[in-house]
Nanobody, 123 residues
Framework: QVQLVESGGGLVEAGGSLRLSCTAS????????MGWFRQAPGKEREFIAG?????????FHADSVKGRFTISRDNAKNTVYLQMNSLKPEDTAVYYC???????????????WGQGTQVTVSS
């Protein structure tokens, strides 16, 4: 069992930066692949970024955020991060982290989810 808690969301102007954190409780955090998803009002939840288990040697970023967002993990802190730069109003959404044994881009493959954190980007 893994419990996930996101933090770091907030209101930022376009062009600004935020860093989201997702801290896990429970054992064996390093053995889980981690993903970040987001859901804007009236839209489906979409994959943003993923990182493989253990040393996080493999990362994946959606085309919409590639070059602006970066996922990373610190197993010593049981935490995965999403560094978000050059934010745009269309990045406004609730951001969720998710965990499972294998990292994928599909939300229904993840068993464990955080409660979400709101990111609002003003123009």
């Amino acid at each position: 069992q893994v419990q996930l808690v996101e933090s770091g969301g907030g209101l930022v102007e376009a062009g600004g930066s935020l860093r989201l954190s997702c801290t896990a409780s429970g054992r064996a955090f390093s053995s889980y692949g981690m993903g970040w998803f987001r859901q804007a009002p009236g839209k489906e939840r979409e994959f943003i970024a993923g990182i493989s288990s253990w040393n996080g040697s493999s990362t994946f970023h959606a085309d919409s955020v590639k070059g602006r967002f970066t996922i990373s993990r610190d197993n010593a802190k049981n935490t995965v991060y999403l560094q978000m730069n050059s934010l745009k109003p269309e990045d406004t959404a609730v951001y969720y982290c998710a965990a499972d044994r294998v990292v994928t881009t599909t939300d229904f493959t993840y068993r464990y989810w955080g409660q979400g954190t709101q990111v609002t980007v003003s123009s």
